[in-house]
């Protein structure tokens, strides 16, 4: 998992352009090259597949006017199709999570030491 | 618990002084790194940094009129900045603190008493006299004050030396610490408080996805907002096992202490965050793993000077400050935007930490709501001040001196005369 990380952040996107410093760190969308936008948003989706749907919002959120409000440029039907399966991937495991978190929340008391063994919080009381 | 090692660097590289920018840089370079504003050290001092806006006045009003005039715009432009960024400190400073003391008021955890203690703190303020106390809170004190004073010298040496992936890993395992095991607790004293059932699976998901893109947006890429809301949460995570772990007239005379060291560190010439800085300035390279909150803004200026467009924002480990501020080599190829990226000023973490602690203390051992109020705008008032003198001086500034001097004399006042004073009025029914 930590290899995967350092794969990810080592792999800087802006190796075509040579004033770029690879430490640099971007803040503002604004700035940068298309290149380097669907570079980071590529890279953003990828690592998503990690079990980060978190990841997947931010990629949604940061993306979206790049994707959809701005005047049509040459990567941009590339990201926006990153953005849009980031939102599918996104949707998916908000459905997983919200199933698993009520059956886990309805059937917790019922399943006794099962359930005990899944918690990691018991509450106090009655159920 | 005893925090490990890790803590304590985290805890000192937080300290971030960020020297101002050096006057208006005459060409551009892409790498170039105006302001070294990293706290490699350790208990790097908190400071305030101001880029940008300055020089940018500097180097587009020459071409302007006499020099008067020059420095008339000079100087009101200088308080514009001045007053902008003031603003802009507040919010996350407020943030930070309305956090902690949330949580102090809400989770019962934090303000329980422990017999845990740091390893930095060994003596125990459970003594009899009133004396032994006192002795053992003040030898707590210098035995805190030593490390951080150790490390950060440690951290000098390690960035005179080059030893860039040290510090680098350090940094990063700090940071892997404080976003996955600290908020894990937080969680989980959470979720206690309000007596929810939640399971692994669900915490564990949870758990990764902030703690992973923390680490993506704090070392790497990532949207500035998202990475400053990820600045305050851990500065705030730390705060709270201050308040936790430090025995209660020790975190007292440890502020006090911290507050007298950062001044010392940053403005005496000997100082080890000002070599560091030097260094840092005499390399133009970007300071590196500091964590240094930035909050860098956008404004249009109607002049045309591209040598603003600089930021060195340099993203360190949490340990280091984060500057905020990007390279912009894209400046060049938009001269008809005449947009100015503003620098920002930068605040160290370690200046957050120690005022949310501040204010937190006052919100668990003070008497109400009266106390933590008076710090809080104590605090606020002391950090106006700093960036008043930041654009007097313009140079790198110690932020916990007069903010944290402000707080205690606050504090004390206000739990030993204003609340008494407060109670018997109302007792009394006497309104004024």
Known sequence: MFLFFFWFCTETCSDSLPQQDPLRFVMNLERLPNEEKLCLCRKYYLAGFALLPFLWLVNVVWFFREAFVKPAYTEQSQIKTYVKRSGMGLLFWVAVLTTWITIFQHFRAEWGAMGDYLSFTIPLGIP | ?432
Not at chain 2, 39 to 48: D, E, I, S
Not at chain 2, 66 to 93: C, N, R
Not at chain 2, 212 to 233: D, R, S, T
Not at chain 2, 241 to 257: D, M
């Open chain 2, 1 to 432: 618990m005893n925090a490990s090692d890790s803590d304590e660097d985290v805890y000192n590289e937080r300290t971030a002084l960020v020297p101002s920018e050096t006057p208006a840089v005459p060409s551009y370079r892409p790498d170039d790194l105006s302001m070294p504003d990293d706290l490699p050290t350790q208990r790097a001092k908190p400071g305030l940094s101001r880029r940008g806006g300055p020089a940018a006045v500097d180097g587009s009003g020459g071409g302007g009129g006499s020099d008067q005039e020059v420095d008339a715009d000079d100087e009101e432009l200088t308080l514009k900045y001045g007053a902008k960024h003031v603003i802009m400190l507040f919010i996350p400073v407020t943030l930070c603190m309305a956090v902690v003391v949330a949580t102090i008021k809400s989770v019962s955890f934090y303000t329980e008493k422990t017999d845990q203690q740091l390893i930095y703190t060994p003596f125990t303020e459970n003594t009899a006299s009133v004396g032994r106390r006192l002795l053992n809170s003040v030898l707590n004190t210098i035995i805190m004050i030593s490390v951080i004073v150790v490390m950060t010298i440690f951290l000098v040496v390690l960035y005179k030396y080059r030893c860039y992936k040290f510090i680098h890993g350090w940094l990063i395992l700090s940071s892997l610490m404080l976003l996955f095991w600290f908020s894990f607790m937080y969680l989980g004293e959470v979720f206690k408080t309000y007596n929810v059932a939640v399971d692994y699976p669900t915490v564990g998901v949870i758990i990764w996805n902030f703690g992973a893109v923390g680490m993506i947006c704090i070392h790497w890429k990532g949207p500035l907002p998202l990475q400053q809301a990820y600045l305050i949460l851990i500065s705030a995570l730390m705060a709270l096992v201050f308040i936790k772990y430090l025995p209660e007239w020790s975190a007292w005379v440890i502020l006090g202490a911290i507050s007298v060291y950062d001044l010392v560190a940053v403005l005496s010439p000997k100082g080890p965050l000002r070599m560091l800085v030097e260094t840092a300035q005499e390399r133009n390279e970007p300071i590196f793993p500091a964590l240094i909150y930035s909050s860098a803004m956008m404004w249009t200026v109607g002049m045309a000077s591209p040598m603003e467009a600089q930021r060195s924002e340099h993203q360190s480990d949490e340990e280091a400050e984060q500057s905020g501020g990007g390279v912009e080599p894209e400046r060049r190829q938009f001269p008809e935007d005449e947009l100015e990226e503003d620098r920002g000023v930068k605040l160290g973490l370690g200046d957050f930490i120690f005022y949310s602690v501040l204010v937190g203390k006052a919100a668990a051992t003070g008497g109400d709501w009266n106390t933590t109020l008076a710090c809080f705008v104590a605090i606020l008032i002391g950090l106006c001040l700093t960036l008043l003198l930041l654009a007097i001086f313009k140079k790198a500034l110690p932020a916990l001196p007069i903010s944290i001097t402000f707080g205690l004399v606050f504090y004390f006042s206000t739990d030993f005369l204003v609340q008494p004073f407060m109670d018997n009025l109302a007792a009394h029914q006497f309104y004024i």
